[in-house]
Antibody, heavy 119, light 107 residues
């Protein structure tokens, strides 16, 4: 069965960087794009960006351009999202999600990774 | 950039009642890319509806989606206890925008 398993919770200081991983299994890794979505406490969902695991091409939301980097490692079927220059407003649960149904929706989601930014 | 506005913010209903949730786009969107997700506390979102009206695998038929252009609706025909949750709409186009969510709470 399709699974996206993310790395554990992180606590980082303002100005630091964080790297969250998302290990995919149960399907052909290179066939499906992966999105990253975050959710601040008590808030809605915010789309961060998308990566094509085959080749590594990416597209990011303008808001995070220059601070976010998404990468993939086909040898381990793992995706990564790194966010730099962390601010308190980056405190959120970060999700990876698969681009499915012929790229019309997010059909499988990781369990989420809580990133807390605090001094 | 497309903005999705969901209403109401909170819907207070009893089990067995019908729930009607609205998602309005700031400009006309392609129905093929309009989806609905259910999210329970401490869990990731779960896809319910894609293409505005197609149920995802395993989703009960009490959930239905409709609409076109700028106005879309998620209907839950008879609320079950497990349906009380937050519902998000999303445009899966170039901006992949989410709406602000509607919380369906038990009255």
């Amino acid at each position: 069965q399709v699974q996206l398993v993310q790395s554990g919770a992180e606590v980082q200081k303002p100005g630091a960087s964080v790297k969250v991983s998302c290990k995919a299994s149960g399907y052909t890794f290179s066939t499906y794009y992966i999105h990253w979505v975050r959710q601040a406490p008590g808030r809605g969902l915010e789309w961060m960006g998308i990566i094509n695991p085959s080749g590594g091409s990416t597209s990011y939301t303008h808001k995070l351009q220059g601070r976010v980097t998404m990468t993939s490692d086909a040898s381990t079927s793992t995706l990564y999202m790194e966010l730099s220059h962390l601010r308190s407003e980056d405190t959120a649960v970060y999700y990876c999600a698969r681009d499915g149904y012929l790229s019309t929706a997010l059909d499988f989601w990781g369990q989420g990774t809580l990133v807390t930014v605090s001094s | 950039e497309i903005v999705l506005t969901q209403s109401p913010g909170t819907l207070s209903l009893s089990p067995g009642e019908r729930a009607t949730l609205s998602c309005r786009a700031s400009q006309s969107v392609t129905s093929s890319y309009l989806g609905w997700y259910q999210q329970k506390p401490g869990q990731p979102p779960k896809l319910l509806i894609y293409g505005a009206s197609s149920r995802a695998t395993g989703v009960p038929d009490r959930f239905s989606g409709s609409g076109s252009g700028t106005d879309f609706t998620l209907t839950i025909s008879r609320l079950e206890p497990e349906d009380f949750a937050v519902y998000h709409c999303q445009y899966h186009g170039t901006s992949y925008t989410f709406g602000g969510g509607t919380k369906v709470e038990m009255k």
